[in-house]
């Protein structure tokens, strides 16, 4: 089965940190997203990379940034967390293209107070 | 930027009752899939329907697709507790494209 994990289920930072949401997946999938779900928004994506050291930005990149050396793992970075990016963040893999299904994370709901 | 929206936004049954739930997007697509997100967890892959496809089937899941109305509906027949959930639509955001844009979602409660 494919797995992908998350650094943590439950997080909470303070204004001003620089916070590290990490995701592993262990498919070899060449697709990685982080996406926020807020309620009343629906899921909204933030990154995605579609290969090592690749990155596009989706709908609200601002205030994130992301990073993937290893095909495997993708890490979403808040430079300096702030109380509206308290969140649920989802990670999701797929192989290569649309057609393929998502496979996410169980997410890491972040708490900035 | 909103592709897919879901309707209703939340839905209440009684259990062994069909649930409907449907879906209207914007532009052209290659396909559309549907998952489901049980309360505080990560979605899960539930079913795709290529543009091609009218209407593909999976246990007690059935989707239709309309592409002339741009829209989907995702039935579950006989529901049961365990279907309490919420329900996303999901469309390639454009051809070739490597992303999802994902709609609102139903929330979906099987009283029992």
């Known amino acids: 089965d494919v797995k992908v994990t998350q650094s943590s289920r439950y997080l909470v930072k303070r204004t001003g940190e620089k916070v590290f949401l990490e995701c592993v997946q262990d498919m070899d999938h060449e697709n990685m997203f982080w996406y926020r779900q807020d309620p009343g928004l629906g899921l909204r994506l933030i990154y995605f990379?579609?290969?090592?050291?690749?990155?596009e930005k989706g709908d609200i990149p601002e205030g994130y940034s992301v990073s993937r050396e290893k095909k495997e793992r993708f890490s979403l970075i808040l430079e300096s967390a702030s109380t509206n990016q308290t969140s649920m963040y989802l990670c999701?893999?797929?192989?290569?293209?649309?057609?393929?299904?998502?496979?996410f994370g169980p997410g890491t709901r972040l708490t900035v107070t | 930027s909103q592709q897919g929206e879901e309707d209703p936004q939340a839905l209440s049954i009684q259990e062994g009752e069909n649930a409907t739930m449907n879906c209207s997007y914007k532009?052209?697509?290659?396909?559309l899939q549907w998952y489901r997100q049980n309360s505080g967890r990560g979605l899960v892959h539930l079913i795709l329907i290529r543009s091609n496809e009218r209407e593909k089937h999976s246990g007690r899941l059935r989707v239709t697709l309309d592409t002339s109305k741009k829209s989907s509906s995702l039935l579950i027949t006989a529901s049961r507790a365990a279907d309490t959930a919420s329900y996303f639509c999901a469309t390639d955001a454009d051809q070739g494209a490597q992303k999802l844009v994902f709609g609102q979602g139903t929330r979906l409660t099987i009283n029992p």
């Open positions: 990379s579609y290969d090592v050291k690749m990155k």
């Open positions: 999701a893999s797929s192989p290569p293209g649309a057609t393929y299904e998502q496979y």
């Open positions: 532009t052209s697509i290659n396909n």
